[in-house]
């Protein structure tokens, strides 16, 4: 199933069982509407199936594709695999906790002040 923007998720919730792949589409890279849907299949919905983007995907943009709950992506012809590479180390602490379980900053920092904390007793 590929959903538009405008499309609501709601509307294909109960046909998850039955889907493989559901396609959600950046229509533009201001256009973040796509990282709510992921978000709400895999955290409201528990869909496990593939989640894809489409349209108009960067780089920049992949980890946050990926803590949103995407799986595969489809990419300009230009691009190159070590592009790729490249933007998955570009970033290694986030500010938002989503479905993908990493710990974002502020728990990182509590995580840190518990543990020195302990030392210091």
Known sequence: VRLKSEHRVDDIAGDLDHLGVVALAFP????GRA???AR???ERFGY??????????????YLFMVRCGFDALEVAEDE????????VRAI?????PT???RPCVLSLRHRQ?????????
């Open 80 to 87: 190159t695999e070590k592009d790729w590479q490249k933007a």
């Open 48 to 61: 496990r199936g593939e989640i894809r983007a489409i349209g108009n995907v960067l780089r920049d943009q």
């Open 92 to 96: 290694s602490v986030f500010y938002q």
């Open 40 to 42: 709400r299949l895999r």
């Open 28 to 31: 533009a890279f201001t256009d």
């Open 113 to 121: 002040q518990r543990s020195e904390a302990k030392k210091s007793a």
């Open 99 to 101: 479905a993908d379980g």
């Open 35 to 37: 990282y709510s849907h």
